[in-house]
């Protein structure tokens, strides 16, 4: 499990902070730790916005199910992630949906 990138994530996005999804680079510093922050950042920014490109079918699904299919495309593709940071990804692609 990757760690430092799922706390990232969380704190990019701000959920337990924000009723609703922000941008918190400066966040991201302080999970980073002895690392290069910005090398994160970049890793933290890919995996957003490839959560938000994730394609739904919504003639088929609710948002809660569209953001629930967004979060199990996440999984498969990223199992290195934390179930909160698969989570918080669902939440922000449901918060975009809207």
């Known amino acids: ?14 959920r337990g902070r ?3 999804p922000i ?4 966040a991201v510093a ?7 922050p910005a090398v994160l950042l970049a ?20 948002l809660e199910r569209g953001g629930w299919e ?3 495309v ?4 990223h199992p290195e992630l934390s179930r909160y940071a698969v989570g918080t990804l669902g939440w ?3 918060y975009n949906w809207r």
């Open 92 to 94: 922000a692609f449901t």
């Open 23 to 26: 941008s918190d680079e400066a």
């Open 43 to 62: 890793k933290v920014r890919a995996v957003v916005a490839e959560c938000l490109s994730v394609n739904v079918d919504w003639t088929t699904l609710t």
């Open 74 to 77: 996440m999984r498969a593709r």
């Open 1 to 14: 499990m990757d760690h430092q990138l799922s706390q990232a994530i969380v704190e990019y996005l701000g």
């Open 70 to 72: 967004a979060e199990r």
């Open 30 to 36: 302080t999970v980073a730790g002895d690392d290069d």
């Open 18 to 20: 924000s009723s609703f």
